[in-house]
């Protein structure tokens, strides 16, 4: 149970965390966003922290070298778990941060890939387009391999691939693996070499790189647009290393090292391919009968404990986790987080209340949001799905692309046109 509400806490705190991120899209760069974790516990003190340094040092310098705009984030776990820097091009910046880095306490390896998670899935970072590879935001991991439980803080060297705390480590590694490819830096006197293979192992695209040869991982970047210009001239084609050192000579003079990464590129392709944009489904689903409906209005209740999280706002239940006990709500703030409403068998918490406070738009704004209000609009094809022409539903999902979601009176969910190809089936209702 104790584990359960740390994993809540850390998925809570990297939704937080998305948005400051967001807030700082100004000192972004254009390119590939890398968000490195790097383990600050006392186990690395010492000749640890002076290798993770170097090969840290050494992927940032290499960058500046190249003249690269790729974006860094930087989290430590430690005594602490935290970022030190927010995503960033400013490479000078992430450098001196780095300078007064002290290793203590234990290893919660898992809490920072938790919190990573605002960096590569809750909207932190962005989706480089290479063509034909898709280079969504990747993980580097510099650890010396031994990780503690997120809740016993003992350290200990004796954590191994039998362990809880590594299974849900390597759970977490391969789901999130399936979209960011995850890089290992074994770091330290003794790294765990075992374990940190097998989490590279379980990611698709994962690897493990020696901290001497760190600077490979900044290579990465000019060597995905030379792999993107070969898929992209020799589609179905058998691509020889004469093609590959070919088409390389119009970046520059590539090493061996080089050469041998854009294979490595060519025969990983399927792990830089598109992904089904509606892949998120799954947090949209109403799951429990006992549980307020998606499209319901709520405000924080008696239980709450999240600070100003919701801006002391109003905000939209989306959906029923596969948690029992715990509802999806959107903000009118924007931010979207998980709470406790009800009971899961062991306790009955009640972090929101209902309300019936639903969203307004301004008259002169054509914009849409969760938790509005709507009727069927001018171009309204679908029938009586809504019940009938007086029926009021809620949005609860809102896509880029002119589409939207809405919850009926009758129980009915569907999606509907809100500007996709200029076309309107649904209108405001009760705008100020």
């Known amino acids: 149970m104790e584990t359960e509400l740390a994993r809540r806490f850390w998925e809570n705190k990297a939704k937080e965390e998305a948005v400051e991120n967001q807030s700082l899209r100004l000192q972004h760069g254009r390119g590939i966003c890398s968000v490195f974790i790097l383990d600050t516990s006392e186990s690395l003190s010492g000749e640890g922290l002076r290798q993770m340094k170097e090969a840290l040092f050494c992927i940032l310098n290499e960058y500046k070298a190249m ?3 790729d974006n860094v984030a930087v989290i430590g776990f430690g005594e602490e778990t935290k970022f030190l820097h927010y995503y960033s091009n400013s490479y000078d910046s992430i450098i001196k941060c780095l300078e007064n880095i002290e290793c203590k306490g234990p290893s919660p390896l898992e809490a920072g890939i938790l919190l990573s998670l605002s960096c590569i899935k809750l909207g932190g970072g962005h989706t480089v387009i290479s063509p034909p590879l898709i280079l969504r935001a990747r993980v580097v991991v510099i650890s010396d391999g031994h990780p503690t439980d997120m809740i016993n803080p003992k350290e200990t060297m004796a954590t191994t691939t039998q362990s809880e705390t590594f299974h849900r480590i390597h759970s977490l590694v391969k789901r999130q693996g399936k979209w960011n490819p995850f890089t290992f830096i074994p770091v330290g006197k003794d790294p765990n ?12 695209g994962g690897r493990i790189i020696g901290w001497e040869e760190a600077r490979l991982y900044a290579r990465l970047s000019v060597n995905f647009t030379v792999a993107g210009d070969i898929l992209s001239h020799f589609e179905n084609k058998k691509i020889t290393e004469d093609i590959v050192r070919w088409r390389y000579s119009n970046y520059g003079e590539g090493t061996e090292e080089d050469i041998n990464q854009v294979f490595e590129i060519l025969n990983e392709k399927e792990v ?9 489904d799954e947090n949209f689903k109403e799951r429990y009968s006992t549980m307020p409906c998606v499209g319901t209005r709520v405000r924080r209740g008696r239980d709450w404990r999240y600070e100003n999280q919701d801006s002391k706002g109003v905000g939209t239940v989306i959906g029923h986790t596969d948690r029992v006990g715990w509802i ?13 409403y009800g009971s899961n068998g062991i306790w009955a918490k009640y972090d929101l209340v209902i309300c019936d406070e639903p969203r307004q738009i301004p008259q002169n704004e054509t914009m849409i949001a969760t938790g509005c209000l709507v009727r069927r ?15 009021i539903g809620t949005v609860y999902r809102v896509k880029r692309r002119g589409e939207v979601y809405v919850r009926w009176p009758n129980g009915i969910k569907s999606n509907y046109r809100f500007g996709h190809a200029n076309k309107y089936d649904l209108f405001l209702w009760l705008c100020i």
């Open 328 to 340: 999806l709500v959107e903000g009118d703030n924007g931010k979207r987080f998980d709470y406790r």
């Open 272 to 280: 830089y391919g598109d992904i089904d944009e509606d892949k998120d």
């Open 377 to 391: 609009g001018l171009d309204w094809q679908w029938g009586d799905q809504n019940g009938d022409d007086e029926s």
């Open 67 to 69: 003249d690269m705009d």
């Open 193 to 204: 070499y075992q374990l940190l293979g097998a989490l590279a192992a379980a990611a698709k």
